[in-house]
């Protein structure tokens, strides 16, 4: 996972920029959202993945119940 900061001059607005949304960078934004009361920030992320993260430690399990939204770590919403 990698991140950039870009802060627009204009607004007051702080752009985060996430590469990669694994279980780290969904953990990043998880902190970002809880401590940003002031929603100083907006997060942008990039990643290959056609889905939002999933939980890679317990992939075998997958293969016994086949179900994406029980590997999901979050609402595909999200």
Known sequence: MGSAVDQNASTSSVRIVIIGLGMVGLSF???ILE???AKKYTITTICEEPFVAYNRVGLTQYFSHR??????????QW
Request: aromatic fraction near 6%; hydrophobic fraction near 25%.
């Open 29 to 31: 934004i998880e902190k």
């Open 35 to 37: 401590y940003d009361t």
């Open 67 to 76: 179900s994406i939204d029980q590997q999901l770590m979050k609402p595909e």
